[in-house]
Protein backbone atom coordinates (compact mmCIF):
# COMPACT_ATOMS: atom_id res chain seq x y z
CA UNK A 1 0.00 0.00 0.00
CA UNK A 2 0.85 4.01 -0.48
CA UNK A 3 -0.40 7.12 0.35
CA UNK A 4 -1.72 9.50 -2.53
CA UNK A 5 -2.05 13.00 -3.03
CA UNK A 6 -5.10 13.63 -4.49
CA UNK A 7 -6.79 17.02 -6.29
CA UNK A 8 -6.65 19.47 -3.74
CA UNK A 9 -2.72 20.14 -4.15
CA UNK A 10 -3.33 21.36 -7.66
CA UNK A 11 -2.02 24.83 -7.63
CA UNK A 12 -1.06 24.83 -3.87
CA UNK A 13 2.20 22.58 -3.22
CA UNK A 14 2.32 23.94 0.70
CA UNK A 15 4.91 21.04 0.89
CA UNK A 16 4.28 20.75 4.63
CA UNK A 17 4.16 17.29 3.75
CA UNK A 18 7.59 17.11 2.34
CA UNK A 19 9.06 18.48 5.76
CA UNK A 20 7.81 15.07 7.71
CA UNK A 21 8.60 12.62 4.72
CA UNK A 22 11.17 9.87 6.11
CA UNK A 23 11.86 8.45 3.02
CA UNK A 24 11.65 11.50 0.48
CA UNK A 25 9.11 9.78 -1.53
CA UNK A 26 7.43 12.86 -2.81
CA UNK A 27 8.05 13.80 -6.86
CA UNK A 28 7.50 17.77 -7.75
CA UNK A 29 5.54 19.13 -10.74
CA UNK A 30 4.68 22.54 -11.74
CA UNK A 31 1.74 22.27 -9.52
CA UNK A 32 1.44 19.19 -7.48
CA UNK A 33 3.43 16.97 -5.96
CA UNK A 34 2.98 13.10 -6.24
CA UNK A 35 4.15 10.13 -3.78
CA UNK A 36 5.95 7.46 -5.07
CA UNK A 37 4.17 3.85 -4.34
CA UNK A 38 7.83 2.35 -4.81
CA UNK A 39 9.55 4.71 -1.97
CA UNK A 40 6.53 5.17 0.07
CA UNK A 41 6.89 3.50 3.78
CA UNK A 42 2.68 4.37 4.79
CA UNK A 43 4.07 5.87 8.02
CA UNK A 44 1.55 7.89 7.87
CA UNK A 45 3.12 11.46 8.88
CA UNK A 46 2.02 13.49 5.96
CA UNK A 47 -1.85 13.50 5.82
CA UNK A 48 -2.20 15.13 8.71
CA UNK A 49 0.18 18.07 7.70
CA UNK A 50 -1.60 19.15 4.86
CA UNK A 51 -3.83 22.35 4.66
CA UNK A 52 -5.64 21.20 1.96
CA UNK A 53 -6.53 17.27 3.00
CA UNK A 54 -5.01 15.88 -0.47
CA UNK A 55 -3.43 13.12 1.11
CA UNK A 56 -4.48 9.91 1.80
CA UNK A 57 -4.07 6.10 2.15
CA UNK A 58 -4.93 4.61 -0.64
CA UNK A 59 -7.31 2.72 0.76
CA UNK A 60 -9.29 5.70 2.16
CA UNK A 61 -9.03 7.45 -0.90
CA UNK A 62 -12.49 9.06 -2.06
CA UNK A 63 -14.04 7.82 -5.09
CA UNK A 64 -13.91 10.47 -6.61
CA UNK A 65 -10.37 11.00 -6.83
CA UNK A 66 -9.74 7.13 -7.65
CA UNK A 67 -7.77 8.21 -10.76
CA UNK A 68 -4.87 9.73 -8.60
CA UNK A 69 -3.59 6.54 -7.35
CA UNK A 70 -2.37 5.90 -11.15
CA UNK A 71 -1.57 9.64 -11.55
CA UNK A 72 1.44 8.94 -8.53
CA UNK A 73 2.72 6.01 -9.79
CA UNK A 74 2.75 7.56 -13.56
CA UNK A 75 4.93 11.07 -12.49
CA UNK A 76 6.72 9.81 -9.92
CA UNK A 77 9.38 8.37 -12.02
CA UNK A 78 9.29 11.36 -14.00
CA UNK A 79 9.12 14.51 -11.98
CA UNK A 80 12.23 15.53 -9.55
CA UNK A 81 12.45 14.90 -5.71
CA UNK A 82 11.58 17.04 -3.54
CA UNK A 83 13.12 16.77 0.20
CA UNK A 84 12.91 20.55 1.89
CA UNK A 85 9.91 22.81 2.36
CA UNK A 86 9.05 25.57 0.28
CA UNK A 87 7.21 28.42 -0.54
CA UNK A 88 3.72 27.33 -1.65
CA UNK A 89 2.52 28.62 -5.03
CA UNK A 90 1.36 31.91 -5.43
CA UNK A 91 -2.25 31.34 -6.02
CA UNK A 92 -2.41 28.69 -3.28
CA UNK A 93 -5.25 29.99 -1.06
CA UNK A 94 -7.33 30.52 -3.09
CA UNK A 95 -6.67 27.53 -5.22
CA UNK A 96 -7.18 25.87 -1.96
CA UNK A 97 -10.81 26.85 -2.02
CA UNK A 98 -11.45 24.92 -5.44
CA UNK A 99 -13.28 22.08 -6.16
CA UNK A 100 -12.31 19.83 -8.83
CA UNK A 101 -9.08 21.20 -10.23
CA UNK A 102 -8.12 17.94 -12.31
CA UNK A 103 -8.59 19.43 -15.43
CA UNK A 104 -5.71 22.23 -14.38
CA UNK A 105 -3.21 19.32 -13.28
CA UNK A 106 0.25 20.15 -15.39
CA UNK A 107 1.58 16.96 -16.51
CA UNK A 108 5.34 18.68 -16.51
CA UNK A 109 7.99 18.32 -14.33
CA UNK A 110 9.29 21.44 -11.95
CA UNK A 111 12.33 22.85 -13.35
CA UNK A 112 13.35 25.48 -10.38
FE1 LIG B 1 0.29 19.45 -1.67
FE2 LIG B 1 -0.65 19.37 0.77
FE3 LIG B 1 1.80 18.62 0.31
S1 LIG B 1 -1.04 20.98 -0.73
S2 LIG B 1 2.44 19.85 -1.41
S3 LIG B 1 -0.02 17.62 -0.47
S4 LIG B 1 1.11 19.77 2.09
Known sequence: MTHVVADPCINCK???CVAVCP???FHEGV?????????CIDCGLCPPECPTTA???EED????WSDFTEINARYAPEWPVIDSQKEPMPEADAAAKE???TDQLSPDAFTG
Open 99 to 101: DDK
Open 55 to 57: IFA
Open 23 to 25: VDC
Open 14 to 16: YTD
Open 31 to 39: NFLVIDPET
Open 61 to 64: LPDK
